[in-house]
């Protein structure tokens, strides 16, 4: 049973960089073919894709964040990271790392960690 | 930049049936999917490439794809199934989410 779990602070400052961490266990990031990516929930909204990266290391971001985002691998620990610059407020959300997995040409996110929630506050 | 559009709720009644309707540019060209998330919960993918059910969800889950509007479906709906409801599809290698749709089950 593949299982994610978010890590990092709960707590960012303004203008600074959000860093998590998603461990993945029961599964290799760095096998088969799944798009690890990270999704973000405003308080009392709905979902936001942030973006994706492959196995294979190439990655796809939400055009709205792409200048701010980097998603990336480490395969010795079997983990994704998120890194979200310049923060500002409307940041503040929980932040879930989730597995794509694709059959039939239709990807679909079939594993979800439990969430995060950050706050961006000074 | 894509956009999917759902009706922000839907009421239902113990044992009927609840529609959700998603809509998009030619959206039937895409495959959809639809999570459930009930509060403080992450989301569940209740249904995949447009009508499939993964493993262990309901029989009484099903979805539909055409034109520019996907529909889930739950037929015989039980006070379990009461949550907040996203369609989501791919555009051009960006994942994109619908608005939600909270289901009450009255």
């Known amino acids: 049973q593949v299982q994610l779990q978010e890590s990092g602070p709960g707590l960012v400052k303004p203008s600074e960089t959000l860093s998590l961490t998603c461990t993945v266990s029961g599964g290799s990031v760095s096998s088969g073919s799944y798009y690890w990516s990270w999704i973000r929930q405003p308080p009392g909204k709905g979902l936001e894709w942030i973006g994706y990266i492959y196995y294979s290391g190439s990655t796809s971001y939400n055009p709205s964040l792409k200048s701010r985002v980097t998603i990336s691998l480490d395969t010795s620990k079997n983990h994704l990271s998120l890194k979200l610059t310049s923060v500002t407020a409307a940041d503040t959300a929980v932040y879930y790392c989730?597995?794509?997995?694709?059959?039939?040409?239709?990807?679909?996110?079939?594993?979800w960690g439990q969430g995060t929630l950050v706050t961006v506050s000074s | 930049s894509y956009e999917l559009t759902q009706p922000p709720s839907v009421s239902v009644s113990p044992g009927q049936t609840a529609s959700i309707t998603c809509s998009g540019d030619k959206l039937g060209d895409k495959y959809v999917c639809w999570y459930q998330q009930k509060p403080g919960q992450s989301p569940v993918l209740v249904i995949h490439q447009d009508s499939k059910r993964p493993s262990g969800i309901p029989e009484r889950f099903s979805g539909s794809n055409s034109g520019s509007t996907a529909t889930l479906t739950i037929s015989g709906t039980q006070a379990m199934d009461e949550a907040d409801y996203y369609c989501?599809?791919?555009?051009?290698?960006?994942?994109?989410f619908g608005t939600g749709t909270k289901v009450t089950v009255l």
């Open positions: 989730a597995r794509g997995e694709c059959s039939g040409g239709s990807c679909s996110f079939d594993y």
């Open positions: 989501q599809a791919w555009d051009s290698s960006t994942g994109v």
